[in-house]
């Protein structure tokens, strides 16, 4: 049963200084281009923070200043990982007007991703090659030929700047972050991160407990189990769930091409025979998808949820008569979902080898039998595979001590963030039951509760509905 309403929490806001007066070496002036009214300014931080005293890279900040009087800053990051800050922010400055009443919303753009990300720190000198995730390997020969092809791909953004290469996790951007918080004169961290941002969110908490005010994690996943292995097979039912969803509906719908059949195994059969021979896409020239693709890219379009359920039953119902074409994403590339790596693949667990990474499987498809290793973090084990720097962020329980987090999420993100917030005593969930990527610029609802946490240290019901 929902508690009521915990009482707001000793979480005090850094003392109102009148403008620049909070900052500590940073010098604020207009963006260019800029019509949203934010200021810009530069700071350097170590490109490796093992030698302070080393080399600097520069990290280009943007401000939306307080429309009232400002009581401190919040620090927001959208995730990517690599998305830009300073243009998604300006893009949209009204999602932070009820925020900047009483507080500097400041973002940043994260280091290493450049221009090609429409970043503006430095940036790791690369073409950037999106990678898309692999047919899972079905034997060593397998897994040896992916580990050459991924230190290959690597290698050729590694050649420019090995060191920033090497120092790009998320926790090189909690440093980051912590390198801001000081700079801004706060004397804890406010931080808003959406999506992949959640998990700067959890290096931080884990480098800087006590630097921490408020952390808000929205549209995430947990990156602080203490067994690797059981959270990947969590992954894997949050994946069944998602198609479940869509099953259930195709059951109980008469909009749904497949009505009134047994859907489940429907689907495995066209697995099955895409698996044998690829299905083609007879509007894209040369594409063909086998049964790991259309995995993928259905469990892609099944958490969209019902507005685009009736679209994806017509497609396999076309699929299974040979023509895969609305399966290919709406880019016009032959996937949807690629990763660049260069963060994630220091942030996960790898496998040491194919035999570790068969076993992950075997597990993983006794409990997804629809879904298989699809969207799991046993794929970016498998991206990660020979890649030619070591982990330098694994995922790690939070420590004791930490004020209440705020985790917010959709279908699946909740469920997922759950298990990073019951670490830490007090904290809570606000929950929106249906589709979605993140709350906060979606949801009226959960806004208030993120900019009361925020602002006034106003936790919710443990878990609360949107």
């Known amino acids: 049963m929902v508690k009521t309403m915990i009482a707001a929490l000793a979480m005090p806001l850094t003392a109102a200084v009148p403008g620049d007066a909070r900052d500590e070496g940073l010098t604020w002036g207009p ?264 995995r993928w890219l259905v469990l892609s379009v099944a958490q969209e949820g019902p507005a685009a359920w009736p679209g994806l039953a017509r497609t396999l119902r076309a699929a299974e008569r040979g023509d895969a074409s609305g399966l290919v994403p709406q880019a016009g590339s032959r996937y949807a979902n690629h990763t660049t790596g260069v963060t994630e693949c220091l942030d996960w667990p790898r496998f040491g080898g194919q035999a570790e990474a068969a076993e992950a499987a075997r597990r993983i498809r006794a409990i997804a039998p629809n879904t298989g290793t699809a969207r799991t973090l046993a794929a970016i084990a498998v991206i990660c595979a020979g890649w030619p720097v070591p982990v330098t962020n694994p995922p790690a329980p939070l420590p004791k001590g930490l004020p209440p987090l705020l985790g917010a999420g959709a279908w699946n993100e909740s469920d997922a963030v759950a298990g990073v917030l019951a670490q830490v005593p007090g904290s809570a969930l606000v929950r929106h039951d249906g589709p979605g990527h993140t709350l906060y610029p979606f949801s009226a609802c959960a806004r208030g509760h993120i900019d009361a946490y925020l602002t006034d240290g106003k936790v919710p019901p443990k878990t609360v509905t949107c």
Request: proline letters at 6%; charged letters at 25%.
């Open 31 to 294: 963006c260019t281009p800029d019509k949203a009214g934010m200021e810009c300014a530069d700071l350097k931080v170590p490109v490796d923070r093992a030698k302070p005293d080393g080399r600097k890279i520069t990290l280009r900040l943007g401000r939306l200043p307080a429309t009232g009087r400002a009581e401190g800053s919040v620090l927001i990051a959208y995730g990517g990982p690599g998305a830009p800050g300073i243009a998604i922010t300006r893009e949209r400055p009204e999602l932070w007007a009820s925020l900047r009443r009483r507080m500097d919303v400041v973002t940043w753009d994260t280091r290493g991703y450049g221009a090609q990300f429409q970043g503006l720190s430095t940036a790791l000198p690369c073409a950037w090659t999106a990678i898309p995730y692999p047919a899972y390997p079905r034997d060593a020969a397998d897994f040896g030929r992916l580990s050459d092809a991924n230190r290959g791909l690597a290698e050729t953004c590694r050649y420019g700047d090995k060191e920033l290469f090497a120092n790009m996790s998320s926790a090189d951007h909690a440093m980051d972050m912590d390198a801001i918080r000081k700079a801004l004169g706060e004397k804890k961290l406010n931080f808003y991160g959406a999506s992949y941002a959640g998990f700067y969110a959890q290096a931080y908490a884990r480098k800087f407990p006590g630097n921490v005010r408020a952390l808000v994690l929205d549209g995430t996943w947990s990156h602080s189990a203490a067994n690797w292995a059981e959270e990947n097979e969590a992954g894997a039912r949050r994946a069944e769930a998602t198609i479940g969803r869509f099953f259930t509906w195709c059951r109980e719908t008469a909009d749904c091409a497949w009505q009134g059949r047994d859907v489940p195994r429907r689907w495995r059969a066209l697995v099955a025979a895409a698996d044998r021979t690829p299905v083609p896409a007879k509007k894209a020239a040369g594409v063909a998808y086998d049964g790991e693709d259309l």
